[in-house]
């Protein structure tokens, strides 16, 4: 590659020497656009930048072969001018495509898939158990990456699942490091088991907090915003210092029933990650059975319009159907019962008129106007439609409102 990035003839291109790929996108004035004509420029920007990324990752893996990853991981922090662990993440990431991954990487340079696609492949793949390189990658087609991960959970879930728990257990790691200016950094890595129960914690604390508990007779309205308030509920779980106690938390495991052995199977937890079988017996004796019916007469999820909130039973059976966020996948600890039709609109506090989002998916809903719809079975969000118009170009630097004016933000969302 001769250089990063060149203009050309008012196009943004770059060639590669050794093939005759080329990537180029039409320069545009993006304050002219119509909100079509802007979603479907990210689109072609997106789909140019997945192509560039393969096209690296290509050369990348080539420099490794010829130095060794060390110094291709220096070689890539000097020239790209990225962090040393980024540079060692892209040295491993980019010679395992290459050299064990041939589709994966002729997907991602025609910017079918994203490098997230294909860090997920690779480590799934890696895996002698479920190396299917075509239907991972028949997977992670038109899927976001937060997606794709649950679906391979799913798919790469072990009966066994020991060896794995272990394995992550053995990795395990914290890290609360000093920044110059004094502030503090804190990251760790678990095993599954490990990480799911400090999750239910930090979420649980971290309703608290949304909900504006109030404490010792005080209600605390402000409660800033949601990565102040994530920080909040933190310090106060980590420390035990702050105006909420511990919480009481619940690990939800589901499991199927064989009703001719009369034996439980496939202990899982809600994200479909199994249950190592050494952790079994420790569950077993501590659970309570709770059994999820979805259509039973009089069954207690289905409430009707007697209630507004979703009870307990619901938000289980919730968090085993969804399996977290039905749009971003993210924990359903964190998630929030959300009505498809509005209770404001004469919902029901149904079972089936109910979906977990978390927060940020939640406000997409009501401050933003996006819509849950179905696509291949799944709820899935959508943003509102474009106006008919397209949006005038805006030329002078004074604030001017939106043609289509949004809600107001909501703090607490109870639709």
């Excluded at 898939?113 to 492949?121: D, E, L």
């Excluded at 699942?161 to 394995?167: G, L, P, V």
Aim: glycine share 6%; proline share 7%; charged share 25%.
């Amino acid at each position: 590659m001769s250089h990063p990035l060149s203009m050309v003839a008012g196009m943004e291109s770059t060639r590669t020497a050794s093939c005759d790929v080329s990537v180029s996108v039409p320069q545009t004035d993006v304050c002219g656009l119509s909100d079509a004509g802007l979603d479907d420029r990210l689109a072609a920007l997106g789909r140019e930048r997945c192509r560039v990324e393969a096209l690296l990752a290509e050369a990348v893996a080539e420099k490794r072969r010829r130095v060794g990853g060390r110094a291709a991981a220096a070689t890539l922090r000097e020239r790209l001018r990225v962090s040393a662990a980024q540079a060692t993440a892209e040295v491993a990431l980019a010679s395992s495509v290459a050299s064990e991954f041939p589709a994966t990487l002729a997907a991602w340079r025609a910017g079918e898939i994203t490098s997230g696609h294909a860090r997920v492949i690779a480590r799934v793949g890696a895996d002698p158990d479920h190396a299917d390189e075509p239907a991972l990658l028949q997977m992670a087609q038109g899927v976001p990456v937060d997606l794709f991960g649950r679906m391979t959970r799913q798919y790469a879930a072990h009966t066994d699942s020991c060896a794995e728990h272990n394995r992550q257990h053995a990795n395990r790691w914290a890290s609360l490091v000093q920044d110059p200016d004094g502030s503090w950094r804190l990251s760790a890595y678990y095993d599954h088991d490990t990480g799911k129960r400090i999750s239910l914690a930090f979420n649980q604390m971290v309703r608290t907090y949304r909900n504006r508990v109030a404490v010792n007779g005080i209600d605390r309205t402000n409660s800033g915003t949601p990565a102040q308030r994530r920080a909040d509920a933190l310090a106060n779980l980590i420390t035990g210092e702050g105006p909420h106690n511990r919480p009481d938390t619940t690990l939800l495991v589901i499991a199927d029933y064989d009703t001719v052995s009369r034996e439980l199977h496939n202990l899982r937890h809600d994200d479909a990650t199994p249950v190592p079988a050494e952790r079994i017996a420790n569950i077993a004796a501590e659970a309570k059975i709770l059994p999820a019916i979805f259509n039973a007469d009089g069954d207690p999820l289905w409430l009707g319009r007697a209630a507004r909130d979703a009870s307990a039973g619901q938000r289980i059976a919730l968090a085993a159907r969804d399996g977290g966020c039905v749009n971003c996948a993210a924990p359903a600890e964190g998630g929030e019962p959300h009505h498809i039709e509005w209770y404001s609109r004469g919902g029901p506090t149904d079972i089936d008129n109910l979906a977990l989002l978390c927060e940020r998916c939640h406000h997409l809903i009501h401050d933003d106007g996006w819509q849950l719809h179905r696509h291949n079975g799944q709820l899935r969000l959508r943003p509102p439609a474009p106006p008919s118009t397209p949006t005038r170009p805006r030329h002078n630097t004074h604030p001017q409102r939106d043609n289509h004016p949004r809600p107001q933000h909501n703090p607490i969302l109870r639709t």
